[in-house]
């Protein structure tokens, strides 16, 4: 048990560790170094694997009184810090080639080793103080990895952006757990009954923000800011997926209610972000609308209970979209080779006909993106057919009821499975088949191995055979029963599951075809182009930042507001009463100095006037005392006369 | 009104004013005079009371001897300088409160005893009757006072002469 | 004229002589406001022995006038001596009986 511990804090840290020890190493190879730690961490995963096979692993660290940390390695877990190092080391991979010749290029990769890091750890934490602390470290890791061209002010912005956003949802999570805990409540696994509804909301909303669900979507694209395998691993495995795996993490005690708003967040999400991306230039764009989009459908499958599918939706999207951003961060780096900074190397309007140049790439791009699209023999045609089919089941069982508000969501999703197809072939054609005006031709151009080979494997696991052995089962996937026997899904009939398939798989070739009709035949987009207003609408995502900046200059305004009436009312009253005690106070001290400290000037006078007096019966002068001698015999006389 | 009232009150007016200006001036000399003035307006008085001796030996000493003598102290123990032989006061207040309380106490109680003469004949020759008592009723006193005199002269010569050290 | 006018200035030379033995500062006229005092005395004694066949009164006036004479040689030879020692007349100033 005890070496158990040890072992998954060395997974843990060892990432980290490398980063350090790259520091130690030339420019030029300490990302290798930094990647070989991440090997090693890979290998060591595996073991993991292996050594919760049988059982899971829990350990717990007695804190403080009534808090004890505990992690829980369970399979799932162990499964998902797999793939997690497996697709950082592929992006170290990556990086090697693509960050050659950057500044600080060994802060990048202590940056992403503890993004890694953070990663895991949340993936393995039970406790809720552990799961949020992870949660924030994750967040703030993220921040500084997007703004990793900090003295470049619009993406200090962009980072920022994301940073606050995350944080408003983060607050929601931190009031769910409170709640959580206030019950008594300490970690995910204790969880037996059904949630309550405002404590699930929250956490469910927290969520929501990680995995950048509406209303917090607007983040994810501001993300794009940071170097292209950053974004390669924040969306394919980490960080996006965190919301999604702790809805997993809960799906057994969501209660029904709250499935029902995460179906429809996820449905109009998916739906909004692939609306988004039709309208996007920016190749990176694409591919985060396309980001928010895919998890908008693990969000449905998880709310409409098909939570192995969301899962195996999160494990193919993890490769596919890895592999998608992998093959923009080189097209990216061709164009930067070419244009030298004299046009905008990441605007799909300045690519065209890339093919020739970039094979490989090419290659890759298009298997991935049909794994995205959803056409049959591959990964994403088997974990999205899952949960299409599992929307159309829920809304029957609900149709069933008399609730048709339901069949909003399956409506949704397959508008979403429709709109795919068209924004990612919109993107493939632009980028590599249509010609350009702009002179892109370059020789002596050659693509390293370090960016091939990581772009060949995840082409390569985009395909049906790595996933299940048969291309057109949803269900058929190796580890759903290994990983997710304990979940309860819902019982998806035969005939469902065929009519979800093949309506998906025809709007699929719908879309491709729509895609080809209007980009396909050699369109020539400029920068300067006009846009309609539904194409401004997609292209600003539905002006959801704008919404966001309204909303703090709403508040900002609300809170002028209130601090005038503060300044007028408040302070003045106070101001007022200080005014009053400061008056009342001279009063109390003239009182004191005149009255109190009258009467005892007075006496302390007198005694001195009466001291004087009588001390002059002791006076030398000879007139005095015959003075005072008649004052005597004088009263004498008066006593006599008069008493 | 008879005559021997204006005369009193003559008498008693320059009384009064002599005594308040011994009382507020500052001149030595001056207030001598004015005392001078004082004991020859008594002298009067006396002789208004038909004490005609009394009178006379009132001029006799007091305007006559005491204040040449008074004279002579002032003259013997003041530098006399420019400014004129002058004195200050002090503790005015209380004084005037004791002048008060014993003119107004002293008014009212003889105001209050109403005392009146019980009027007998007088001797006709007081000069005689005097000399007379003074030999007979008197004697010893008389031969005191003599004696005493005498002693008063020794005395005061002893007192004022100057000693062999002072000498030196 | 009845006995009271003399006795109301008889009083008042008193209360004056008594005044002026207070207030000034002179050696000398301090012995004038004695003397003041015992010519009131006189004045009284005087006017009291107005119808008195034996004039027991006018005979004490002249005692005290002779004794008056003696009280002035002996205080101003005193006087005169205590100046010599203290160089003041001033009686405030004389508070010391060895000089």
């Not at chain 1, 006909?353 to 993106?369: D, Q």
């Not at chain 1, 030398?620 to 009263?635: A, P």
Request: glycine share 8%; charged share 10%; with cysteine.
């Amino acid at each position: 048990m005890q070496i158990t511990g040890t072992y998954i804090l060395a997974l843990i840290l060892l990432p980290v560790i490398g980063g350090l020890v790259a520091y130690r190493f030339e420019k030029d190879v300490s990302l290798k170094v930094n990647a070989f730690f991440v090997l090693v961490t890979l290998i060591g995963s595996f073991g993991l694997i292996g050594m919760v096979h049988s059982e899971s692993f829990v350990a717990s660290r007695h804190w403080l009184d009534d808090y004890t940390l505990q992690i829980n390695v369970d399979r799932i877990a162990a499964l998902l810090i797999t793939l997690v190092y497996f697709i950082a080391l592929l992006v170290f991979i990556f990086s090697i080639h693509y960050m050659k010749g950057e500044k600080g290029i060994k802060r990048y990769g202590l940056k992403l080793s503890f993004f890694t890091s953070s990663m895991v750890g949340l993936l393995i934490s039970d406790s809720f103080i552990l799961l949020f602390i992870f949660w924030e470290m994750v967040g703030f890791s993220s921040y500084l990895l997007i703004s990793y061209w900090y003295y470049e002010k619009e993406k200090a912005k962009s980072a920022k952006e994301a940073f606050m956003i995350n944080r408003v949802a983060d607050a929601f999570l931190l009031i769910g757990i409170i709640m959580l805990m206030v019950q008594g409540n300490h970690s995910l696994s204790a969880l037996n009954e059904p949630l309550g509804f405002w404590a699930g909301l929250f956490l469910v909303f927290g969520a929501f923000g990680k995995s950048a669900q509406l209303p917090f979507s607007g983040w994810l694209p501001k993300a794009m800011a940071g170097p292209t395998p950053v974004s390669a691993l924040i969306h394919a495995a980490t960080m996006v997926t965190a919301g999604v795996y702790l809805l997993i993490r809960l799906s057994p005690v969501l209660p029904e209610s709250l499935k029902f708003v995460i179906a429809i967040v996820g449905a109009g999400t998916a739906f909004y972000a692939a609306f988004s991306a039709l309208a996007q230039y920016d190749i990176k764009s694409v591919l985060a609308y396309s980001t928010i989009s895919q998890l908008g459908y693990m969000m449905v499958g998880i709310g409409v209970g098909a939570t192995t599918s969301a899962a195996f939706h999160l494990w193919t999207h993890a490769f596919f979209k890895a592999g998608l951003f992998m093959s923009a961060g080189s097209v990216i780096m061709y164009m930067h080779h070419v244009f030298r900074h004299q046009y905008d190397p990441q605007d799909m309007r300045n690519m065209g006909g890339l093919r020739r140049f970039l094979p490989v790439t090419f290659v890759v791009h298009t298997i991935c993106s049909l794994a995205l699209a959803g056409i049959p023999f591959f990964s994403g045609f088997m974990s999205k057919g899952g949960i299409l089919s599992g929307s159309i089941q829920w809304a029957n069982n609900y149709g069933e009821i008399g609730f048709l508000w339901a069949y909003l969501v399956p409506f949704l999703a397959f508008s979403t499975a429709f709109l795919t197809p068209i924004y990612i072939a919109r993107q493939l054609f632009l980028v590599y088949a249509n010609k350009t005006n702009l002179p892109i031709w370059i020789t002596g151009f050659r693509q390293s191995y370090w960016v091939k080979a990581p772009l060949a494997i995840l082409a390569v696991l985009s395909v049906w055979f790595f996933f299940g052995l048969n291309p057109l089962n949803a269900n058929g996937w190796y580890l759903s029963e290994y990983a997710f026997a304990s979940f309860a899904s819902i019982p998806i009939s035969f005939k469902i599951t065929v009519i979800g398939e093949v309506v998906a798989t025809l709007l699929v070739i719908a879309g491709v075809s729509l895609a080809y009709l209007i980009y396909g035949r050699g369109v020539i987009l400029s920068v300067g182009q006009r846009r309609n207003f539904f194409a401004e609408f997609a292209f600003r995502g539905w002006f959801l930042t704008n919404v966001y900046a309204a909303i703090a200059i709403t508040y900002q305004s609300f809170c002028r507001v209130l601090a005038k009436i503060d300044e007028r009312f408040i302070d003045h009253s106070i101001d007022l009463l200080g005014v009053s005690m400061v008056m009342f106070s001279r009063s109390i001290g003239w009182i004191d100095r005149y009255l109190v400290d009258g009467i005892v000037r007075f006496s302390a006078k007198f005694a001195a006037t009466m001291g004087t007096i009588l001390g002059r019966l002791q006076s030398r002068g000879i007139q005095s005392q015959i003075l005072y001698l008649l004052i005597l015999f004088i009263s004498i006389i008066a006593w006599i006369l008069f008493l | 009104m008879e005559t021997s009232n204006i005369i009193f009150l003559f008498l008693a007016a320059i009384m009064v004013g002599a005594v308040g200006f011994i009382l507020f001036s500052t001149n030595i000399l001056r207030i001598l005079f004015a005392f001078a003035l004082v004991t020859i307006a008594l002298a009067g008085i006396y002789v208004l009371l038909h004490a005609e001796l009394v009178a006379v030996i009132q001029l006799m000493i007091y305007a006559g001897g005491i204040v040449v003598i008074m004279v002579f102290g002032i003259m013997l123990t003041k530098e006399i300088s420019e400014k004129g032989i002058t004195t200050g006061t002090h503790q005015i207040f209380p004084a005037i409160l004791i002048f008060l309380i014993v003119m107004f106490g002293g008014g009212w109680m003889i105001y209050r005893s109403s005392l009146t003469w019980h009027e007998e004949a007088m001797p006709t020759n007081v000069v005689e009757t005097t000399g007379k008592l003074f030999l007979t009723d008197h004697l010893l006193a008389f031969e005191l006072v003599a004696f005493l005199l005498l002693v008063v002269l020794v005395g005061a010569s002893f007192v004022a002469h100057k000693s062999k050290e002072a000498k030196k | 004229m009845n006995l009271n006018a003399f006795l109301y200035l008889s009083i008042f030379l008193f209360a004056s002589g008594l005044t002026i033995v207070l207030v000034k500062k002179n050696a000398v006229l301090v012995l004038v406001g004695i003397e003041l005092m015992l010519n009131a005395a006189n004045l009284n004694l005087v006017a009291f022995s107005k119808f008195d066949p034996k004039i027991s009164g006018q005979m004490f006036a002249i005692f005290v006038i002779v004794l008056a004479a003696g009280e002035i040689a002996i205080g101003l030879a005193i006087l005169i001596n205590v100046y010599k020692n203290y160089m003041t007349a001033n009686v405030s100033e004389i508070d010391h009986l060895k000089h």
